[in-house]
């Protein structure tokens, strides 16, 4: 806009200091063609304009510089929503069925790393908080106010990726491809809640901790940080299957679902056995570890509630299932 004004207004300046010569050729050009009054105004403004262009055109730096001095950047700070990290999603490919599946598939296991990562964040957090340590806990302090962040990412790319799902789901494809993309769906909305567990249990549960201004037992904090690293480690298996597309890898993450609900069980009896013998530690934070315990099983159980829905709709061997359909 400045940039358009700038060079009427030169190009005006310079018609008017050449304005008898100019008008004098506009008037031989038009007695020479036999031109009508209108066409006469129609041709001033032509050899104003191609006029105006060339003269200008040797000094496009100048003119940079200069509106770059007079137009300041906008201080507005609203941040814009990245793009994130979408690598497979192409619409020119929406009518390719196996390879709609084999994107979104993809992309989920972008989603699903995205998740785990905020988990491990917030975990590690918890797990590392020292009262007597300063330096920790602004860096923690540092890294948590980051999450909105990562949050806001991350919901966007479900977004994304579920109204990508939704485009094809009207496409008009077969039933079994139908079928999946509701099961990618399912998969993003499970995958939604565990986050919305990072961002509304787990988070809030530090500042707790922040402000009791204490700590878990020793005993406690190990089981909760070898849970903790347990569930890790099934983000990164299921992660792993998404990305390869290995739905037997996926299965096997699934068996390993049934030793870590008995885990679950033995946190809570090992807490309240020293509840009973009246820890200082675990009584002051009896609350916040039962909270927590219970929040890790959530995630435990959402992750397990995936691998399941993947097993039913076998999404991960949508090339051998009526991926062509």
Known sequence: MMAHVMTKCVGAFLFMLLM?????????????????????????????????????LPFCGLFVKAIERLVKP???????????????????????????????????ATIIKLSG???????????TYTPDDIDAKRENQKILKKHPDKLATFKYLVSEVREYLLMVGRNGN???????????MSVLDQTERIADIVHREL????????????????EGNS????????????????????????GKALTNVGISFETTKHTSEELRMSHIRRLWKEDPDVVATHEIHTELIDSLINITTTLSSIVD?????????YKTNGGNG
């Open 117 to 127: 990562r905020m988990f491990d964040r917030v975990m590690d957090a918890i797990g």
């Open 74 to 108: 906008s201080k507005d700070n609203t941040k814009v929503k990245p793009a994130g990290h979408l690598r497979c999603i192409n619409i020119s490919i929406i009518n390719v069925p196996t390879t709609v599946i084999e994107s979104s598939i993809s992309e989920t």
């Open 223 to 246: 089981e909760i940080r070898t849970f903790a690293w347990e569930i890790s480690r099934y983000f990164d298996s299921v992660f792993n299957a998404f990305d390869q597309h290995d």
């Open 309 to 317: 829905t993947c097993g039913k709709m076998n999404l991960l061997d």
């Open 203 to 218: 988070i809030p549960l530090y500042e707790k901790l922040c402000r009791l201004d204490t700590t878990f037992s020793t």
């Open 174 to 184: 077969a039933q079994s491809i139908i079928q999946q993309v509701y099961g990618i």
């Open 20 to 56: 008898k010569p100019m008008v004098g050729a506009i008037e031989w050009f038009s007695e020479w063609v036999d031109c009508s009054p209108e066409r006469q105004i129609a041709n001033i403004h032509l050899f104003f304009n191609v006029g105006e262009a060339f003269t200008l």
